[in-house]
């Protein structure tokens, strides 16, 4: 059997597939970060994973691409954690922007998004992957992630700068102080998260002027940093992955037009196109898989 896993910093989704590479089963756990999440926190949270009882000791590959899984000693400590409940299985962890590459590729080269929590970009030509600047993470950049557009709605309701029946309705929704907020935000590993959880208020009020503006100019900032920066393939498509690129498609649709791209497909969940990345270029089912996947460019920190 083989696990399949994309995971954010929310979430992180599984795949199972038997022997014949049919689907198993699937479910989603919580999101594993390195730069937040020891591995002894992997190890516990997933063995008391009541749909891994069945299955875990019969798998025997587990591919896992997680967020900020960028570097070898980050890696190395999601593998610590996979293999204490994996016990007979050969693990390989890689950046979610491979899996997001690999889920968007269509036999053509193409700048690959990441729109969720956080945000990110490579460009993927079908063997090489490229990155040209770093993730910055939640403090300093994830420009039109959850957690920046969050950042922004918290900001604007404490500053008094929303208008007054979004800032009304979000009095009413959260009943929140300024103490309690600052604690979940300056005192909370899963800060970005926290922050993240304010997307559905400002999905709520998608049709405001305030709303619109506020998501156009982070997609905005996204794409001209992150997909300005592979200015050489503007001739490519720009695809996305993530669950706020899908929900506001419309607008960063616009966005990238605005300024000169061509918008590719935005899909928001990965798995399945990355499972069937799997069977259709790793061909998982071969003797050969772990070597085509561990060649493919990822990163090094």
């Known amino acids: 059997m083989t696990a399949i896993a994309e995971s954010g910093s929310t979430k992180c989704e599984w795949v199972i597939l038997n022997d014949e590479g049919l689907v198993e089963s699937n479910f989603k ?6 730069d937040f ?5 992997v190890a516990e949270t997933l063995s008391q994973c009541v749909d891994l009882f069945a299955s875990k000791d019969k798998i025997k590959n587990v591919y896992f691409y997680g967020a900020s899984c960028s570097s070898a000693k980050l890696k190395q400590r999601i593998v610590n954690g ?9 693990i390989v962890v890689d950046h979610d922007l491979l899996a997001a590459a690999y889920s968007l590729y269509d036999d053509q080269p193409l700048i690959s998004c ?8 490579c460009y993927f030509d079908g063997e090489n992957l490229i990155e040209k600047i770093p993730a910055l993470g939640f403090v300093m950049g994830d420009e039109a992630g959850g957690g920046y557009f969050g950042k922004q709605l918290l900001s604007d309701f404490f500053y ?3 208008p007054q029946t979004i800032h009304e309705d979000f009095e009413a929704t959260y009943q929140l102080t300024w103490g309690e907020a600052r604690e979940k935000i300056y005192g909370n590993i899963h800060a970005n998260v926290y922050l993240a959880s304010f997307m559905p ?4 009020h998608k049709q405001e002027k305030y709303v619109i503006d506020l998501l156009s100019d982070g997609f905005a900032k996204f794409i001209k940093i992150h997909v300005g920066c592979f200015s050489e393939y503007k001739s490519k498509q720009v695809g996305f992955v993530g669950s706020l690129a ?3 498609k419309d607008i960063l649709i616009e966005e ?3 300024q000169g791209y061509k918008p590719g497909r935005i899909i928001k969940s990965p798995i399945n196109e990355l499972v069937n990345y799997h069977r259709n270029y790793l061909n998982i089912l071969s003797d050969t898989k772990s070597e085509k996947l561990k060649s493919a460019k990822g990163f090094e920190a």
Do not use: C, D, M, W
Request: aromatic share 14%; glycine share 8%.
């Open 37 to 41: 999440h020891s591995t002894e926190y």
């Open 201 to 204: 208020f400002i999905a709520k």
């Open 29 to 34: 756990t919580q999101g594993f970060n390195p």
């Open 256 to 258: 990238l037009k605005k």
């Open 246 to 248: 899908f929900i506001f």
């Open 82 to 90: 996979l293999i204490q409940v994996f016990r007979n299985a050969e």
């Open 114 to 121: 990441i729109i969720g929590t956080g945000s990110n970009s």
């Open 160 to 162: 008094k700068r929303l």
